[in-house]
């Protein structure tokens, strides 16, 4: 049985934005804690492990322990927030906790238009160079910690995909990446100041988007030298959801895949950023990779050698959050007789982002407290492109979640 610091004391949250999910988030929690909601689709509040709940099996924090706070380029505090995203419903869910939500008021953010081109806002810092962000938002930590009688701290990012990177010599060390700070190197996204300056505080980091962020050999190193729990990339919400639980089935039963086909439609914020085409390149990776890894093309090819993956993503505003998953499957049974399923998702992307952030900030602070650093794969179970880990079998994931739990609980 591994030694677990016990959870005493406040945990405070802090999001990097304050928008659909990290509102939803904050408001979710608010209800649970006042006996207005149930909190549905969260492992650590509802889940079993051999028949124990999981808050009864490891010592995980209380909700009532959590202190809410966040950066964001929009300068709405999170009842406003909440009301201009149009998740919840207004006097049934967001009025009752107004008082709370209003108190919620987004520092502001190290914002940079060249990275998310579809946004721009006011509330943003106005240091000149990446190395004064950083320290920026170090003191940020530092000042919310204090200034909330905080025991502990996990930073999550729950803002928009930024355009697509790929890892560059600024990434490949510490040494280099603060080098490249220094520099002002446009390799290092704002995503990546958040996890620099937290990682630099001894703050688990969390990356809810596709963005590169700390799957570089740079944070995972000061992820180290710092003994913090990192974790990402991407909420597994929607359609990867589906499919990495269709994947597998397909996998079991040995039935061959000539395609699928995926779409959505969406009409939020994530929507309009996805509009263009160098945010939604680093998205489609992230959920694009998902069946070579389930299927293993190469140790089955008569089955997964040439199958065609196409993924899609259209901006529509009238469906605001609640978003549409579309995906045509044409797989290949006995004797090489074509069939097909078809799935429509008709589902709301904050509303399944919600519980996964929860479950996300106890689990990394239950690694903290047991001295777990770098990245924490037995999260992979959240994540549409996981870091240090091919597997993306939902169910193996659960399986790997689980096992980590009982080695936890000895």
């Known amino acids: 049985m591994e030694t677990i610091v016990p959870a005493t004391g406040k945990l405070g949250v802090l999001t990097v934005g304050l928008g659909a999910v990290a509102s939803t988030f904050i408001a979710g929690v608010e209800l649970v804690r006042q006996g207005l909601a149930q909190p549905i689709g969260?492992?650590?509040?509802?889940?079993?492990?051999?028949?124990?709940?999981?808050?009864?099996?490891?010592?995980?924090?209380?909700?009532?322990?959590?202190?809410?706070?966040?950066?964001?380029?929009?300068?709405?505090?999170?009842?406003?927030a909440a009301l201009r995203c149009g998740v919840l419903d207004r006097y049934v869910h967001i009025e009752p906790i107004a008082a709370a939500l209003k108190e919620i008021e987004p520092m502001p953010a190290a914002f940079d238009q060249a990275y998310v081109r579809r946004l721009d806002g006011t509330n943003v810092k106005s240091k000149a160079t990446k190395?004064?962000?950083?320290?920026?938002?170090?003191?940020?930590?530092?000042?919310?910690?204090a200034a909330n009688a905080c025991d502990r701290l996990v930073v999550i990012w729950c803002a928009s995909t930024e355009v697509y990177l790929e890892p560059s010599p600024a990434h490949e060390s510490l040494k280099a990446f603060e080098a490249a700070l220094d520099a002002d190197d446009q390799n290092i996204p704002p995503s990546m100041l958040y996890a620099y300056a937290a990682l630099k505080e001894g703050v688990p980091f969390l990356n809810g988007a596709p963005n590169l962020t700390t799957d570089v050999p740079a944070m995972v190193e000061l992820a180290h030298i710092n003994?913090?729990?990192?974790?990402?990339?991407?909420?597994?919400t929607g359609q990867t959801l589906v499919k990495t639980a269709l994947a597998p089935m397909l996998k079991t039963r040995m039935l061959g895949l000539a395609g699928w086909?995926?779409?959505?439609?969406?009409?939020?914020?994530?929507?309009?950023?996805l509009d263009d085409p160098d945010s939604f390149r680093t998205k489609e990776r992230s959920k694009l990779g998902v069946l070579e890894h389930i299927l293993e093309p190469e140790r089955h090819p008569e089955l997964y050698g040439d199958f065609h993956h196409q993924v899609r993503i259209n901006y529509y505003p009238p469906r605001g959050d609640q978003k549409e998953g579309w995906d045509n499957i044409d797989i290949v049974g006995w004797l090489?007789?074509?069939?097909?399923?078809?799935?429509?998702?008709?589902?709301?992307?904050?509303?399944?982002?919600?519980?996964?952030?929860?479950d996300l900030v106890l689990f990394t602070d239950l690694a903290q407290r047991a001295g777990r650093t770098g990245v924490q794969d037995?999260?992979?179970f959240y994540f549409?492109?996981?870091?240090a880990t091919s597997e993306h079998d939902l169910f193996a994931q659960r399986a790997t979640l689980e096992n980590t739990l009982r080695g936890l609980r000895g």
């Not at 995980?60 to 706070?69: I, K, P, S």
């Not at 190395?131 to 910690?145: M, Q, S, V």
């Not at 090489?336 to 929860?358: E, H, N, T």
């Open 336 to 358: 090489g007789y074509p069939m097909q399923i078809k799935v429509d998702f008709l589902c709301r992307d904050s509303i399944l982002a919600a519980p996964l952030v929860l």
């Open 378 to 380: 037995w999260l992979s």
């Open 131 to 145: 190395r004064e962000l950083a320290e920026a938002i170090r003191a940020d930590i530092r000042g919310f910690k």
């Open 384 to 387: 549409k492109d996981p870091q």
């Open 261 to 273: 086909y995926s779409t959505n439609i969406l009409g939020n914020r994530d929507g309009e950023v």
């Open 42 to 80: 969260s492992l650590t509040q509802l889940g079993t492990v051999d028949g124990a709940r999981i808050r009864d099996l490891v010592p995980l924090a209380d909700l009532d322990q959590l202190v809410f706070g966040a950066w964001d380029p929009f300068p709405d505090n999170a009842y406003e």
């Open 227 to 236: 003994q913090v729990p990192i974790g990402g990339k991407d909420f597994k």
